[in-house]
């Protein structure tokens, strides 16, 4: 088991934070409650192998205060949905206040385990931990993107203007 922990700055404000991540949640609600988010791998990362992990793993989150809390937490989980070499993650997500009143972070911090057991300890040592960071920091990217177009919309809908793409 290794430990991983990811931080990213979300160009909003902290006091907007909880608004926009409760709209990405609701987004991303499956039909059993859960919030599950696809995941994708750095193109490079796998190289010629790249295909055989993306759009399979999907990260699970359940939140562990009210949806209202200005500093929301989630648990977090991630596996492949058809196991192979992919490590499996369980941690939690939370929002940090920033200094900075036009930011927040974002953390992600928790454990992975190599896949194939004592076998997998060789795989973890070559490749696990970038693909744990590469996850980690995939998860953070898009809740980012989510937040900062959705806090770029509202700010200009106030202003009378529009935003013209929502991130891919």
Known sequence: MSDISERLVVHC??????????AF???HRAADGTIRIALRLP????AD?????ERRIVA???PLCTITDP????????SAKCGGPYPEFAGALAVEKSKAED???LIVSGHYEPPFGVAGALFDAALG????HASAHNLLRSIADYVEYAFAHSSAARAGHTVAHAPG
């Open 129 to 132: 931990q970038r693909i744990a």
């Open 71 to 78: 500093h929301p937490t989630y648990s977090v989980s991630w």
């Open 103 to 105: 930011c927040f972070g």
């Open 13 to 22: 404000p902290d006091r907007e934070a909880s608004r926009h991540l409760a």
């Open 60 to 62: 699970t989150l359940y």
């Open 43 to 46: 193109n490079g990362l796998f």
């Open 49 to 53: 192998h790249r295909t055989l992990v």
């Open 25 to 27: 949640i609701a987004g």
